[in-house]
Every structure is written in C-alpha cells, then in structure tokens.
C-alpha cells in the first residue's frame, strides 16, 4: 500500500503564493511520475502540472509561468510552488503519484484565493 500525505494549502490574497507538498510513503518502489491535478467547484478535475522521475515536466497552459513543480526523489515528495495567484486558482488541490502499474491520489488540499 502507498499513502499520501499532502499538506501546505490555504487561503491566500490574489497575487500571493501557496506551497503545497505532498509525501507518498509506504510499498515504494520506484515512482514515475509525480503531479497535481486541481478540482474546482462544479467543474471536472484538471491537470495542474507534473514531473517525470528524470525531472521532464509539464504545465498547464494556465499555470505557466506562475507554479513550478519539483520533486525530492529521496523523500518521495512533490512540491508545487504557486506564485501570482488568482481567484481562478480556487480549488481542491490533489496529489498524484504513479508506481507502474498502479495510480495514488492524495486526500486534496484546499486552496482558495480571495480579498
């Protein structure tokens, strides 16, 4: 068995930043991938970004240049740094992780962005 233990959302002001971590512990072989996905009110959820075990990573279009992904692989743990955040960004923040064959999700942290 594999858990996650994601921590580091909140609330924030538009135009500030949020740390979110997230520790997989547990039957850890080796892990592929690593990401976040976000589910905001009343829509489905969405591909944040996520990190290749060779540290490739991906965004989404509306993140770039705003959240940098990066993992500790002698932790096991994922890190999305979020910068310049807005009301857009409101939503349930889940962690994923990928140990080949199988997929993890992570409890969701909240992370609301409002004055």
């Known amino acids: 068995q594999v858990q996650l233990v994601e921590s580091g959302g909140g609330l924030v002001q538009p135009g500030g930043s949020l740390r979110l971590s997230c520790a997989a512990s547990g039957s850890i072989f080796s892990i592929s991938r690593m990401g976040w996905y976000r589910q905001a009110p009343g829509k489905e959820r969405e591909l944040v970004a996520f990190i290749l075990s060779g540290a490739y990573t991906n965004y989404a279009d509306s993140v770039k240049g705003r959240f940098t992904i990066s993992r500790d692989n002698a932790k096991n743990t994922v890190y999305l740094q979020m910068n310049s955040l807005n009301p857009e960004d409101t939503a349930v923040h889940y962690c994923?992780?990928?140990?080949?064959?199988?997929?993890?999700w992570g409890q969701g942290t909240q992370v609301t962005v409002s004055s």
């Open positions: 994923h992780v990928s140990i080949d064959p199988n997929d993890y």
